[in-house]
């Protein structure tokens, strides 16, 4: 099994920054895609940012030039870098991660989901 840990959410004003963080654990052989979501009240869930296991990324027209994502391979983590936080940014963020894991000796496809996190951007 695969489990991801977020932190890193919290309440921030406008202009400000937060750094969310997601790591994952368990026996992992090797880590694809990972992401980062988020979903604000009343609104479907939606794609903030995206890195492929090559680095390519990808973002939501809203947050390009705001924010950042990042990944370590070695400590099967992603990380998004907030900056100038607007209140719309406010939601649960989600992270998604989705590789290889092994257990007794077979390779498992998974698709794994954090807990969330909230971000309030609010003065």
């Known amino acids: 099994q695969v489990q991801l840990v977020e932190s890193g959410g919290g309440l921030v004003q406008p202009g400000g920054s937060l750094r969310l963080s997601c790591a994952a654990s368990?026996?992992?052989?090797?880590?694809?895609?990972m992401g980062w979501y988020r979903q604000a009240p009343g609104k479907q869930r939606e794609l903030v940012a995206g890195?492929?296991?090559?680095?390519?990324?990808n973002y939501a027209d809203s947050v390009k030039g705001r924010f950042a994502i990042s990944r370590d391979n070695a400590k099967h983590t992603v990380y998004l870098q907030m900056n100038s936080l607007k209140p719309e940014d406010t939601a649960v963020y989600y992270c998604?991660?989705?590789?290889?894991?092994?257990?007794?000796?077979?390779?498992?496809?998974?698709?794994?989901w954090g807990q969330g996190t909230q971000v309030t951007v609010s003065s």
């Open positions: 998604y991660i989705s590789g290889i894991f092994t257990i007794a000796g077979t390779e498992v496809e998974f698709h794994s």
């Open positions: 890195i492929t296991s090559g680095g390519s990324t």
């Open positions: 368990g026996s992992i052989f090797s880590i694809a895609a």
